[in-house]
């Protein structure tokens, strides 16, 4: 057996999805943030731009800075093969997607004119509370689901408090973050009832 069939392209989905990101990322460094803001970047642009409409997903692939990169990626590592692998590829694909989709439209909607976003941390949020529902049996909800919804939803509305508040201004999106874990948590009920 060659060393090539030892490894296994276990989640192409995830897998294709950290490569494109890593690859917006060093678009990104070599332009200096023009292809970040360009195609990797959420923001309010004329509905008639039709890069408006890449932009609504594309703003998943793009990332600040390496540290943006490894944190969101970490996790989604850590994550996505257990989805794709209980859901599906196609199905995965779609959550994500569609998570895209409604954060970006999101932000657009609620943000400052000049605000911009990107980043997978909708995409992250998404993920854990999907993660989640794998244990859901029976109508019975795990304990785990219960701690990990308070925790990452809770962290993320007292992130946008304090920001309205003016207490701090991280530059962080936590409304993003919010409605993408909504959306997990939508995932896994209609996957639940399937």
Same mark, same amino acid.
């Given at each position: #057996?060659?060393? #090539?069939?030892?490894?296994?392209?276990?989640?192409?989905?995830?897998?294709?999805?950290?490569?494109?990101?890593?690859?917006?990322?060093?678009?990104?460094?070599?332009?200096?943030?023009?292809?970040?803001?360009?195609?990797?970047?959420?923001?309010?642009?004329?509905?008639?731009?039709?890069?408006? =409409?890449?932009?609504?997903?594309?703003?998943?692939?793009?990332?600040?800075?390496?540290?943006?990169?490894?944190?969101?990626? #970490?996790?989604?590592?850590?994550?996505?093969?257990?989805?794709?692998?209980?859901?599906?590829?196609?199905?995965?694909?779609?959550?994500?997607?569609?998570?895209?989709?409604?954060?970006?439209?999101?932000?657009?909607?609620?943000?400052?004119?000049?605000?911009?976003?990107?980043?997978?941390?909708?995409?992250?949020?998404?993920?854990?509370?999907?993660?989640?529902?794998?244990?859901?049996?029976?109508?019975?909800?795990?304990?785990?689901?219960?701690?990990?919804?308070?925790? =990452?939803?809770?962290?993320?509305?007292?992130?946008?408090?304090?920001?309205?508040?003016?207490?701090?201004?991280?530059?962080?999106?936590?409304?993003?973050?919010?409605?993408?874990?909504?959306?997990?948590?939508?995932?896994?009920?209609? #996957? =639940?009832?399937?």
């Amino acid at each position: #057996m060659s060393s #090539m069939e030892l490894i296994n392209y276990n989640a192409p989905v995830v897998l294709t999805y950290a490569a494109v990101s890593l690859i917006a990322l060093i678009l990104g460094k070599l332009t200096r943030g023009s292809t970040d803001r360009l195609l990797f970047s959420i923001y309010k642009s004329s509905p008639l731009n039709p890069l408006t =409409y890449l932009r609504l997903v594309g703003h998943v692939f793009g990332h600040a800075n390496w540290q943006h990169y490894i944190g969101n990626f #970490m996790l989604i590592l850590l994550i996505g093969p257990m989805l794709e692998d209980r859901y599906g590829s196609y199905s995965l694909a779609a959550m994500i997607l569609i998570t895209a989709v409604v954060t970006g439209l999101l932000f657009i909607a609620f943000s400052k004119r000049g605000s911009a976003a990107l980043g997978a941390s909708g995409i992250v949020f998404m993920m854990i509370l999907l993660g989640s529902f794998i244990n859901v049996e029976q109508g019975r909800i795990p304990v785990t689901l219960i701690i990990v919804a308070v925790m =990452y939803i809770g962290k993320e509305f007292l992130g946008e408090a304090a920001k309205t508040l003016k207490m701090k201004n991280n530059g962080v999106a936590h409304a993003m973050h919010i409605f993408g874990g909504l959306c997990g948590a939508a995932f896994g009920v209609f #996957m =639940y009832l399937l």
